[in-house]
């Protein structure tokens, strides 16, 4: 029996997921296998767990896992369901890449996709779980696919050998046929229970005119105006970055302060809350009777010699009619002087934010103020934020490519799918009717693609190869993926395992069918399988295989925790906001510009490059025992350090357990490497990154001036660039191996070290 306070009781029968509890808990007996398909705040994730532990799965030594695609989601979940069901985070638990509070004593584990499919290697048929839910299956995350895929014969086999298990999929879209009518991946299709969604209507309006570049802007405005003219009710604000999140919520914060010059403490005070009300209702009234009124949705955000004024006119825009939101305008410009007489309580939101930050959306805004969360595609399904009555949509999203010819990565910011789009203005009818207010028009709305691809079919696909190897899945092609990855992403993958030695070469006899036939099906190797027991991609862990050599290992690993965590350094490089902020900015880069070259330090070392820069960086940070103040004063990003400090705990220990024999441990005062070592150092980043090579552009090929200190690559035209910030910007050696390309106002190496010809 669960002992819920009266509080959570109250909350809980507002969802409309506990109306089919009963439906639900007698699909899962009947069936292996249950599809669930609800609106995003239905309570599926809270609910669902809670469900099934009342009806006896985690009876015993069994439990119930739930893996999320967010380490986000797995964190806050977890937390919420132990404090729904007045249990310990011992027992109600979550475990993601780096952390966990899981025990002995765990009966409902949240855990990524990614923590999920590494137990599978260490056991196949996850004998301790009784049931486990893919949550957020609609986000087609590469490790969801692949689980979903690795389930479907799991749950049989499991139901085979008399140890019943069941699998959950859970869903925010209806769009679910790649699960149920995929016959490879279930042969009956499993039933899809469709919760009702107790959603209120949401009022979309979309804008005449689209603007094609500053819709911060726009969408600045267009806060400004909801907050200055609209009913209570919280606006949630979707951009498509970090940097973009930002900058707006300075901009917000700037123009509707809690007091008069001071947004930094804002949070932390406690208004008067009787006289900051009296203060709002009476503003309010003041602009509604002496204002002009003009519609919300039909303005011009950019200025009038910019765009084509009726590029998008008469082209089927919607206009909403019947809104209830005929607005008194004012004019632009007051927008933007700081009105500290109706406070606003604003709120960044997207996946690097730490996670004390983060959890401040779900509180309730401090008395008298309007809630307003700004942020990235994180609060489009994964995260419900109470009362959300406004919902302001870019109608963008910041996507990495990759190009599988060249190998190059880039951000883009490109248009969001329609589904995705609804999805963001779902947020706005959680608690009551609510509007949805798209920086786009209803042409430009029409043109989006109808729903967001597969993330398996848009990134390389060795990580996953090389796993599904380990599990003796030798013939990855005939996996039941939902989706299945293209053939020569496939075959890109085994080509770069075999040159990495992580798979057996295929054989080479036979007509050129059956070498395609063979190069899909190559056993992995004994290198491969100590390769696969690392939590980090084939290139890093082929490194970490390396490592032994001449003492190396505490170095390779801390590089190579480096190279895997997102942005070590802070960016600096971006624009300033004010004069104030730009010089201490200025300073920053001053500082953080001088400590790059202490840590690259000299000599041989400086061949090591960014990579020396980034041993150097760990190093110093850990010797002054990895501070938040250490890294503000050194332009180091504190939640990449604490990461990369988890990450080379980890990578020990792994290391340690293929080779006990090697004892390496994390030294807190690592000294430098040696000379000898640098060279050691550099032939291991060669092997993983050896398919990474490029040569500076020689004379006789410099068919451009632009191309001067350029390098070339042997898969594409184009030219490669060292970055103004790499430790090799002013040597330019001739030959360099790098992590990745970014693409960025130019084609950017990143991570680069120099490669001497033997
Ligand atoms: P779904 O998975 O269907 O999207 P959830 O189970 O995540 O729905 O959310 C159900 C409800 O629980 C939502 O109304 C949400 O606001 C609330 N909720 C979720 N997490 C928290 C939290 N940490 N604090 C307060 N309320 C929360
Ligand atoms: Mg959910």
């Not at 990235?376 to 919902?391: D, F, M, Q, R, W």
């Not at 000599?603 to 990579?611: F, K, R």
């Amino acid at each position: 029996p669960v002992d819920r306070s009266a509080e959570v009781q109250e909350a809980r029968l507002k969802l409309p997921v506990l109306a089919e509890e009963q439906v639900i808990m007698e699909a899962v007996r009947e069936n292996p296998f249950v599809v669930i398909c609800g609106e995003t705040g239905s309570g599926k994730t809270t609910q669902v767990p809670q469900f099934l532990y009342e009806a006896g799965y985690a009876t015993g030594s069994r439990i119930i896992g739930i893996t999320e695609p967010r380490r986000v989601a797995a964190v806050s979940m977890s937390h919420r369901v132990a404090k729904e069901m007045n249990l310990p985070t011992q027992v109600v638990s979550y475990q993601i890449r780096y952390e966990g509070n899981v025990t002995g004593d765990t009966k409902i584990k949240f855990m990524t996709d990614g923590v999920l499919l590494k137990e599978i290697q260490k056991d196949f048929l996850l004998q301790r779980y009784s049931v486990i839910i893919i949550d957020e299956a609609h986000e087609r995350s590469v490790y969801t696919d692949i689980l979903i895929g690795l389930l479907s014969r799991i749950v049989p086999l499991r139901n085979k050998k008399g140890m019943p298990m069941k699998l959950l999929i859970m869903s925010a879209t209806l769009r679910v046929e790649d699960f149920t009518e995929n016959q490879k991946l279930f042969r009956t299709p499993p039933p899809v229970i469709k919760v009702d969604a107790r959603q209120f209507p949401v009022t979309v309006h979309f804008n005449k005119r689209t603007p094609l570049e500053d819709y911060t802007g726009e969408a600045f405005h267009k806060t400004c105006k909801i907050h200055r003219m609209l009913p209570p009710g919280g606006i949630l604000v979707f951009l498509t970055g970090q940097a973009e999140v930002h900058s707006l919520c300075r901009r917000l914060r700037k123009a509707f302060p809690f007091r008069k010059g001071s947004t930094a403490a804002a949070e932390e005070e406690e208004a008067d809350t009787a006289e900051a009300m009296r203060k709002f209702k009476k503003a309010k009234q003041k602009k509604n009777v002496s204002l002009p009124r003009i519609d919300l949705d039909n303005y011009s955000a950019l200025p009038v010699d910019e765009g084509d004024e009726d590029r998008e006119a008469g082209i089927g825009d919607e206009e909403d009619g019947g809104s209830d939101l005929e607005l008194g305008d004012n004019p632009a410009d007051l927008e933007d002087k700081a009105d500290p007489s109706i406070p606003l309580y604003v709120l960044p939101l997207y996946s690097l934010l730490a996670p004390e930050q983060q959890a401040k959306v779900f509180r309730p805004p401090p008395p008298g103020t309007r809630l307003c969360v700004i942020a990235t595609n994180v609060a489009e399904t994964s995260l419900t934020i109470p009362g959300i009555k406004y919902v302001v949509d870019c109608g963008r999203v910041k996507k990495r490519f990759y190009d599988r010819v060249t190998g190059v990565s880039s951000f883009k910011v490109t248009w969001t799918s329609q589904a995705s789009a609804n999805q963001r203005a779902g947020r706005a009818g959680r608690t009551e009717a609510g509007h949805c207010y798209r920086l786009y028009s209803s042409a430009v709305f029409g043109d989006f693609s109808q729903f967001s691809e597969a993330e398996i079919t848009r990134r390389p696909v060795e990580d996953l190869v090389l796993q599904m190897k380990d599990l003796n899945i030798d013939k990855v092609v005939n996996f039941p993926f939902p989706t299945t990855p293209s053939t020569e992403a496939l075959i890109a993958a085994e080509e770069l395992l075999v040159s990495l030695g992580a798979l057996e070469e295929p054989s080479r006899s036979g007509r050129m069918k059956d070498l395609q036939r063979a190069k899909l099906s190559c056993p992995i190797s004994a290198l491969g399988r100590a390769m696969a027991s690392f939590p980090v991609a084939p290139r890093y862990a082929k490194m970490l295989a390396l490592g032994k050599q001449q003492d190396c290992l505490p170095y390779i690993i801390a590089v190579v925790s480096a190279m895997t965590v997102r942005e070590i350094f802070e960016d600096l490089d971006r624009p300033a906001r004010s004069d104030d902020e730009s010089s201490k900015l200025n300073q920053r880069r001053a500082r953080l510009a001088q400590m790059r070259r202490l840590w690259a330090g000299q000599g041989a070392s400086l061949l090591l490059g960014d990579l020396m820069v980034m041993l150097g960086a760990v190093g110093a940070c850990e010797f002054a025992g990895c501070t938040p103040k250490f890294c503000e004063e050194n332009g180091l990003r504190y939640k990449a350090v604490v990461e990369i400090r988890k990450l080379r705990g980890q990578l020990t220990n792994a290391v340690n357990a293929v080779c006990p024999d090697v004892g390496v441990f994390v030294d807190p005062k690592m000294t430098p490497p040696t000379e000898h070592q640098v060279v050691c150092l550099r032939q291991i980043v060669l092997a993983g990154l050896g398919d990474h090579l490029a040569r500076r552009i020689q004379a006789e090929d410099m068919l451009d001036p632009k191309w001067k200190n350029a390098y070339k690559t042997p898969l594409m035209d184009d030219p490669v660039f060292i970055h103004p910030n790499s430790a090799l910007f002013k040597t330019l050696p001739e030959f360099v191996v790098y992590q990745e390309i970014m693409e960025t106002s130019k084609m950017y190496m990143r991570g680069v070290s120099a490669v001497q010809p033997e």
